[in-house]
């Protein structure tokens, strides 16, 4: 018996909660962040006046179980922004059951009602586990990243 | 013999040499774009309060010869915003001369000043001539874009 | 007999009505601005991704008949932005007919939806004709600006 | 024998001293706030990527003895963005050493550079004892506030 995934955008009583999902999703791309940086990125995703800048967290019963983080910019093609899906996290303890997917529609059914429902991402090409699934709710592009350094 | 190549931010007096540009960039990627477009975005691009929208023109005698476009926006990850190289182009009759490196360079020496020197962009990945330059100038990731539609 | 009063956001199709609205209401201040100012000024209120400058026009039968534009901004001691309506217009023939009221009350409109319900702005003490209208819509404050010159 | 004042951005380690300072602040306004406020504020203005929400802070030797916080928002009428100084306070032991003065100079210096000179701000007209400095470094103009509510 499993209680349901409730999701919800990130609040400033979150903060606890969404630092360990964080720093766990961060070591997955062998990274660690300064203090600072958690504490300016939390700020910024939880300024309720920032329409750039937008996240959301999974809770199953009391656990936090998955965020997903949310960039919102200018797109010289369109008239609106658009939606770069930046981050996205499940807890291993909760992967498959759905919630990855439920965070990524939280994010679409939210671009839509603001009107900039082009929404994209970057994954690396070797992760074939994600790719599982963004293959069934997106289209894989044919575009690469170049990064200045 | 040639004249020298001259860059210089876009402008009101560059609409109609913009737009030459800009539409044989788009037609590169088989995309045309309505008037309105055109319209709406070379206001955003030379809008001098605008610091999102960003955009440089490259001028040889008196040919446009080529044209760069950045998007800045937020980053989770960074205290910094980051930059991001939307489009670039060169003239065909100007290729090989230098003119899509130095637009390169423009926009990182702006990154550089304005305090946000992480300066990507996307590629295609069969686009090989564009590559070419850009493993010089750049590090080619094994990140690829997942796009919603 | 006359037409009902009907109230839009400005659109790029506004552009010659708008000017001359616009025109006649810096006079009333004794000012006039740069063409440029005028085309970007237009371009900024009709950029449909803008959030921070908005405009409305009024409409009787085919004739423009008022203006109102608001600027939004961040303000230290409110979690949402405030509504600072800039400049309001109606024309001399279409006084008395609460054209400038219902611009002011489209405004309050915008702002509650938009959860930014704060709004102000800035008279000159003297302007008897239109305090008689803020004072039934508005507050007055003991509140006077300085400027820098 | 007195040390130097030195007026520097506020950086998240004027937490506390900024909190005593704007409480003193609000309170001259008979208003305190609540504490997700102060939260909120501080986090606003010490996030080094904003640019439409500034702050200085006062030092003399070990004490804080002075704030000014500004708001960067568009105008309708200018190319460039305004300055809007929104709350300037020294503590009473500090006033008549020029404090105020120097924080009201700290900002026209910082507006200079950025281009958006056009600084102003709002007092209430029967505060005599800032307006005696106002007098000195800006122009009383014959603006007022309206209020919605």
């Known amino acids: 018996m499993t209680s349901e995934i409730s999701i919800r955008p990130l609040a400033p009583g979150d903060r606890s909660a969404w630092r360990s999902l964080w720093r ?10 300064p203090d600072e940086i958690y504490e300016l990125t939390f700020a910024r995703y939880t300024d309720p006046a920032r329409n750039d800048m937008l996240g959301w967290i999974a809770w199953q019963g009391g656990d936090a179980v998955g965020l997903v983080h949310v960039i919102v910019h ?15 996290f499940t807890t291993p303890a909760a992967r498959g059951k759905g919630v990855a997917r439920a965070l990524i529609e939280t994010v679409y059914a939210d671009a839509d009602v603001a ?9 690396q090409t070797d992760n074939t586990a994600a ?17 200045r350094s």
Chains 1, 2, 3, 4 share one sequence.
């Open 115 to 123: 009107g900039r429902g082009a929404v994209y991402w970057l994954t």
């Open 74 to 88: 200018a797109h010289g093609w369109k008239v609106a922004p658009v939606t770069y899906l930046q981050d996205l």
């Open 24 to 33: 766990d999703y961060l070591a997955f791309y062998e990274t660690d962040l």
């Open 131 to 147: 790719r599982a699934l963004y293959d069934r709710v997106a289209i894989a592009t044919d575009f690469m990243k170049y990064s």
